[in-house]
């Protein structure tokens, strides 16, 4: 029996936005309590439930993300999205789903160690990791783990690699003020428009000197002024900055800061840096990734992508790692025509039945 398929069904019906997932945790909620767990909600949409083996045990927790994206489906399954203009398109509804079966199977069963598993609200904008995350902690934590779906890997197959895996990922809001004036008497005003024209022409330089070309600095959206004929006294910029380093992601963001401000002194304007939604690189344990290759058939030939992941916030607790789950060839992830293929879900609920019930002590110590 695939119950693993039953819950995506149903998840894979009812999708919602980062932060809006009432009806989802509510869903999972009442899950684990059918389990038999004593689930708790994290805030409005956040939920965990322990496995307790014994109070003096350490820990590991299993985490999976909950939210969707505001993408029309149009798919003809017979289990579509039924929240208009939102669906599951990155495979969270299966990541919840395989981890609730994991977690029927598990209850009363007695472990090397205690498992949380976390069931994360607003993955898509990283924005939930840092609201839950001083909440969900344990004492004696060792290890964390994460899987996703991921197209274009054999299907069935888990993969994952030595060190960073995802990129980390932070929105920029770069704002300039200056003064306004008639295009005729330019000279009266400051411009903001100028300044912010020249800010994302630097932006491949300041790749180039701060990480060696090595990261992404993309700008997506310039707004600037309302007229034709007056000098833009306001400019926004906002774009992503992808690294797969703490290092170069600190010197990028301390060279932007720096050429924002000499931008501003060249057109008296007065720059406003911003950062939201930050996370850093999802950084692999290496003895974690060598013992999933030695004894769990996972293959450590992962290609790192620019995406981000706020999975890494975990990391700054304990050792962490995230796998990929082969998909094979299906659409992308964050395409209207995504699903998950209902035969990967068992592969999935067994890869974490095997993490869930490994002794991972002797390897962490």
């Known amino acids: 029996m695939n119950l693993a398929?039953?819950?995506?069904?149903?998840?894979?019906?009812?999708?919602?936005?980062s932060e809006k997932?009432?009806?989802?945790?509510?869903?999972?909620?009442?899950?684990?309590?059918?389990?038999?767990?004593?689930?708790?909600?994290?805030?409005?949409?956040?939920?965990?439930?322990?496995?307790?083996?014994?109070?003096?045990?350490?820990?590991?927790?299993?985490?999976?993300?909950?939210?969707?994206?505001p993408i029309c489906e149009e798919n003809q399954l017979p289990y579509c999205s039924q929240n208009s203009g939102v669906m599951h398109a990155c495979g969270h509804d299966a990541h919840t789903a395989m981890l609730l079966e994991v977690a029927s199977i598990l209850k009363d069963k007695k472990l090397a160690h205690n498992i949380r598993f976390v069931f994360q609200p607003a993955e898509e904008t990283t924005t939930g990791a840092a609201k839950i995350?001083?909440?969900?902690?344990?004492?004696?934590?060792?290890a964390c783990f994460a899987m996703h779906v991921w197209p274009e890997v054999p299907f069935g197959q888990a993969v994952t690699k030595h060190g960073a895996l995802m990129a980390s990922s932070d929105f920029l809001k770069l704002?300039?003020?200056?003064?306004?004036?008639?295009?005729?008497?330019?000279?009266?005003?400051?411009?903001?428009?100028?300044s912010a024209v020249d800010m994302v022409s630097a932006f491949p330089d300041i790749n180039k000197n701060a990480t060696n070309n090595k990261a992404l600095l993309f700008c997506g959206s310039i707004h600037s002024g309302n007229l034709h004929n007056i000098v833009p006294d306001y400019s926004e910029i906002y774009g992503t900055i992808r690294?797969?380093?703490?290092?170069?992601?600190?010197?990028?963001?301390?060279?932007?800061?720096?050429?924002?401000?000499?931008?501003?002194?060249?057109?008296?304007?007065?720059?406003?840096?911003?950062?939201?939604?930050?996370?850093?690189?999802?950084?692999?344990?290496?003895?974690?990734?060598?013992?999933?290759?030695?004894?769990?058939?996972?293959?450590?030939?992962?290609?790192?992508?620019?995406?981000?992941?706020?999975?890494?916030?975990?990391?700054?607790?304990?050792?962490?790692?995230?796998?990929?789950?082969?998909?094979g060839d299906t659409p992308p992830l964050h395409n209207e025509k995504f699903y998950v293929p209902q035969e990967i879900l068992p592969i999935g609920v067994e890869l974490w039945h095997k993490i869930a019930t490994f002794d991972w002590s002797d390897v962490l110590k």
């Open 133 to 142: 995350i001083d909440k969900i902690i344990p004492n004696n934590l060792i």
């Open 21 to 69: 997932e009432y009806q989802t945790s509510q869903y999972i909620f009442d899950t684990l309590s059918g389990f038999g767990y004593c689930p708790v909600m994290l805030g409005d949409t956040g939920v965990y439930a322990d496995l307790i083996s014994s109070d003096n045990l350490p820990w590991i927790i299993l985490r999976a993300d909950i939210d969707a994206l």
């Open 243 to 327: 690294t797969y380093s703490v290092e170069h992601r600190e010197n990028i963001k301390a060279l932007i800061q720096k050429t924002a401000f000499d931008i501003a002194k060249k057109y008296g304007t007065r720059p406003d840096i911003a950062y939201d939604g930050g996370c850093p690189p999802v950084y692999n344990s290496e003895k974690i990734v060598d013992t999933l290759v030695k004894d769990f058939a996972v293959q450590d030939n992962a290609t790192a992508t620019l995406a981000g992941e706020d999975f890494a916030l975990y990391g700054e607790y304990a050792p962490l790692c995230m796998l990929w789950l082969g998909l």
């Open 175 to 194: 704002k300039f003020y200056g003064k306004s004036s008639h295009c005729s008497t330019q000279e009266k005003g400051n411009n903001a428009l100028l």
């Open 5 to 17: 398929f039953d819950y995506y069904k149903t998840l894979h019906q009812m999708p919602e936005l």
